[in-house]
């Protein structure tokens, strides 16, 4: 371990898991993007940061997606299957069906963008993503106040952007996915609780590919991320509740286009 974990440390790294789980979940975006940087910052290695950041979002992906459920924000109903004698439960609602395609495309998104991420340049990749996210935030704003009908061929294409996204860089899943199921028709509550499913689901394929490609993972930050992330999950579903629906997806849409656009600033400078 590079840094030593001290009680002051421990408690800092609570804090930071708490206002960041806050914000994702409140949004739909910005776990990652916020926590990686400043872990590495402080001392700690990649290998120590992004395992713990994926258990972490894994926990409190699914605690989220329930605590959203609990407070109305969203409606994952998942019923066994009447007609089936085995033991298979179905997703029935919109939003459970949503996030299990989404999830299940992060397979195919993410081995595509390994192949990829071997052949192409950090600068296109980021330049990639910043022009995506920008321009997905603008297309909110411009439609926030219009009815958009759901479409499953964009949210197809939406999983396979957004996991191809995070297999790449290790980011962009958020941002894409909330303001993309927007744009796609669903409601920005839903939205918002079906990418912190989704986002979970998609944390356990990391984990998986972790645990098998290296068995000796330090997971000395994971308990701290944990915890900081879990604690604030009730306050966000309280959060997003009280949230009027157009006020949310201006901020979502706001949001987005300023993470577009740091991401193309920092490119250039």
């Not at 713990?52 to 969203?74: D, Q, R, Y």
């Not at 999983?159 to 303001?179: D, E, H, R």
């Not at 939205?191 to 984990?207: H, K, N, P």
Request: contains cysteine; charged residues 10%.
């Amino acid at each position: 371990m590079i840094l030593e974990i001290t009680l002051i440390i421990g408690i800092a790294l609570i804090l930071l898991a708490f206002f960041a789980e806050y914000i994702d979940s409140t949004l739909g975006m910005g776990y990652g993007t916020t926590l990686t940087p400043l872990l590495l910052l402080l001392g700690f290695a990649p290998l120590q940061v992004v395992p713990a950041i994926l258990l972490s979002e894994l926990v409190t992906g699914i605690f989220a997606a329930f605590m959203h459920h609990k407070k109305g924000n969203v409606l994952f109903d998942w019923k066994k299957d009447k007609n089936n004698s085995g033991k298979i439960y179905t997703p029935t609602s919109l939003e459970s069906k949503t996030a299990l395609v989404l999830a299940s495309l992060s397979i195919i998104g993410t081995i595509a963008a390994v192949i990829i991420a071997v052949n192409i340049s950090s600068f296109y990749l980021k330049l990639y993503i910043g022009l995506l996210v920008l321009a997905m935030g603008i297309l909110i704003l411009i439609r926030h106040k219009k009815q958009t009908e759901f479409s499953w061929k964009k949210i197809t294409a939406l999983g396979l952007i957004a996991s191809f996204n995070k297999g790449l860089s290790g980011g962009g899943y958020g941002p894409v996915v909330t303001s993309g199921q927007i744009l796609s028709g669903i409601k920005a509550k839903a939205a918002i609780a079906v990418t912190s499913l989704s986002e979970g689901l998609t944390c356990l394929v990391g984990i998986i590919a972790y645990l098998v490609l290296n068995s000796n993972i330090d997971w000395v930050l994971a308990p701290f991320l944990v915890i900081g992330g879990v604690l604030s999950v009730p306050l966000s579903a309280y959060t997003v509740k009280k949230m009027k629906t157009k006020s949310l997806t201006l901020v979502i849409g706001i949001i987005t286009i300023i993470l577009g656009s740091l991401t193309l600033v920092k490119l250039f400078l």
